[in-house]
């Protein structure tokens, strides 16, 4: 089945120019004009931008944390994601101290298989480095194609991870092709500071900020970049959400360490007031790292212009309001952390990023699907328009306005952080692997049809894209 999309622009990481695009077999045949007929499907795609589909590099789907389960699985979660212009996730499967890692990639392939509507693959949590995790790597690695491995830093006695651990799991990935991820912020200062703060009295959802301060995350960043130099390893820091943190990235590459580091939307247009909130609506803007000073907004944006950051994750871990976030009422430490934001990324980035001037339209694909495939494994089978690529593809209305809203959103959460923001640009029609998963705004996908991707390990091009024509 071919299909040919016409009279759009298409926009990569390096290009913009206007060309049809023919699709065969789910991948990218030809680019170029005049491409001939024998389409059995022509789509117009006039006014529009024809983007390569974002990849969401950051999400915790149908995951058990802070009590509760996250209110999207990989159905509802992969729905709003193609909604909103991704056309793929990473999602973070947590394991068990003591099992065997290979169980825990288990229960990810169980929650996903039969539900996803877009492709996705797994990063792995690593929570202890002993001889059965030692040997259990290189073989994960090479039959699951997992290339990413996760330390927590913070959240103690629950998924933190001391720094041996960290510096040893540097040392594996080094030796394998691996790329470590680190939530950085120190657990055990934000341990005795949260219990401070219930001691004195201090419950409301404002503490869970006050008692995570910038410093904390400065700190344990630069801590992860020193032992990553240390190893002479790679290192990925997820979730940026100040300036003391994107100094020391921004140090650490300056020595020529390998480091990288992610921010996130809500990071970029929501700042600390938010938890102040009446009613207890402040904790649905509870996450970790906390909302920041509305000044470290204008650091994040530049950061991401000059290159000391380098993509966008969404960190979708959404909780209802209703019943989830409640839990916390009388106790800020018992709000479950995170937020519903796997369907804005995109469109929120474009709208606050493009359209207001403060990056390009092609560091916008960088930031939001090209440079993500290429640190995760991806590319070019993922994250360009390339002859050869996957035909995950995002047909997009730049002028098109909308309001964020719960009301309107896909996402099975009950509120939505961004209520009320307008947005300019908008997906229109998503492709994934040739095959469309919305269609002139509304889902036509299928549970199941989503496949899971095995990841070329760090630093190892994939295979040239195939030529298919
Ligand atoms: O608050 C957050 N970020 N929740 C999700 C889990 C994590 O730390 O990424
Ligand atoms: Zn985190
Ligand atoms: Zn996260
Ligand atoms: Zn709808």
Not at 372 to 378: D, E, N, P, R, S
């Amino acid at each position: 089945m071919k299909k040919l999309i016409t009279n759009g622009t298409i926009v990569t990481a390096a290009d913009m120019y206007e060309a049809d695009l023919l699709i065969e077999d789910g991948k990218i045949a030809a680019i170029g004009k005049n491409l001939g007929t024998g389409a059995e499907e022509v789509i117009d795609a006039r006014g529009a931008y024809v983007f390569p589909g974002g990849i969401d590099p950051h999400t915790h789907l149908d995951m058990p944390f802070g009590g509760t389960v996250t209110s999207d699985d990989f159905e509802t979660g992969t729905i709003a994601a193609a909604y909103g212009g991704t056309t793929s996730i990473i999602d973070f499967c947590l394991t068990n101290k003591g099992e065997p890692l290979k169980n825990a990639i288990q229960t990810w392939h169980e929650k996903s298989k039969s539900k996803a509507v877009i492709d996705y693959g797994f990063h792995l949590m690593i929570s202890e480095v002993n001889e059965q995790v030692l040997e259990e790597i290189p073989l994960i690695i090479e039959e699951e194609g997992i290339t990413s491995f996760k330390v927590f830093m913070a959240y103690k006695n629950v998924f933190q991870a001391d720094d041996e651990t960290l510096f040893r799991t540097l040392l594996t990935a080094k030796e394998h092709g691996a790329l470590v991820m680190v939530h950085a912020e120190n657990g055990d200062v934000i341990d005795f500071l949260v219990n401070k703060a219930l001691k004195e009295g201090n419950t409301a959802p404002i503490y869970h900020a006050l008692t995570r301060p910038p410093e904390v995350e400065g700190e344990a960043t630069g801590r992860a970049a020193q032992l990553t130099g240390i190893a002479g390893s790679q290192l990925y820091v997820v979730h940026v959400s100040c300036a003391e943190a994107v100094e020391k990235i921004d140090e650490a590459r300056k020595k020529g360490y390998q480091v990288w580091g992610e921010t996130c939307p809500q990071y970029l247009v929501l700042d600390q007031s938010y938890l102040e909130k009446p009613n207890f609506e402040g904790a649905k803007y509870v996450w970790s790292p906390p909302l920041r000073e509305k000044w470290n907004q204008e650091v994040l944006w530049n950061a991401l212009k000059n290159g000391q950051l380098q993509t966008l994750g969404s960190d979708q871990c959404s909780f209802n309001f209703k019943g989830q976030k409640e839990l916390g009422v009388g106790d800020f430490t018992k709000i479950p952390n995170g937020g519903p934001i796997i369907e804005d990324r995109f469109s929120l980035f474009f709208s606050e990023g493009v359209k207001k001037g403060r990056i390009s339209i092609n560091q916008f694909v960088d930031i939001v699907s090209t440079r993500i495939a290429k640190l995760f494994g991806l590319f070019p089978r993922k994250g360009t328009i390339a002859v050869g690529s996957d035909a995950d593809i995002v047909i997009f209305d730049p002028n098109k306005e909308r309001v964020i809203s719960a009301e309107t959103h896909h996402m099975n959460v009950d509120y939505s952080a961004f209520e009320g923001m307008k947005v300019t640009g908008e997906p229109i029609s998503v492709l994934s692997r040739g095959e469309f998963v919305i269609r002139e705004k509304e889902f036509v996908g299928k549970p199941g049809s989503g496949q899971y991707l095995k990841r070329a390990r760090f630093g190892s091009q994939e295979k040239p894209a195939e030529k298919v024509r």
